[in-house]
Nanobody, 115 residues
Framework: QVQLVESGGGLVQPGGSLRLSCAASVSGFSAYVMAWYRQAPGKQREMVATISIPSSKSVADSVKGRFAITRDNAKNTMYLQMNSLKPEDTGVYYC?????????WGQGTQVTVSS
């Protein structure tokens, strides 16, 4: 059974930084392409960043140059370093497999960027 636990969100002022963590209880974690997704209020969930094997990375244009995705396969953990945050980055952030997510989603972690 897959369990994904996101953490690290919070309230931050524009221009600030946060580091999100994703703890994955899933067999074979290192073999999966993983991603961070976010869902802003009233909008559909969107992919923010992906990390594949061995560690090829991509980020959405909206966060390019500001967000960085990493993973630690030994710890079954993935991270999202978010810098220069903007109000439009506000939303609930989730981690999951990419491009076909696991059926089970975590509770997400709320990120609010506001002055």
């Amino acid at each position: 059974q897959v369990q994904l636990v996101e953490s690290g969100g919070g309230l931050v002022q524009p221009g600030g930084s946060l580091r999100l963590s994703c703890a994955a209880s899933v067999s074979g974690f290192s073999a999966y392409v993983m991603a961070w997704y976010r869902q802003a209020p009233g909008k559909q969930r969107e992919m923010v960043a992906t990390i594949s094997i061995p560690s090829s990375k991509s980020v959405a244009d909206s966060v390019k140059g500001r967000f960085a995705i990493t993973r630690d396969n030994a710890k079954n953990t993935m991270y999202l370093q978010m810098n220069s945050l903007k109000p439009e980055d506000t939303g609930v952030y989730y981690c999951n497999r990419f491009p076909i997510p696991f059926n089970s989603w975590g509770q997400g972690t709320q990120v609010t960027v506001s002055s």
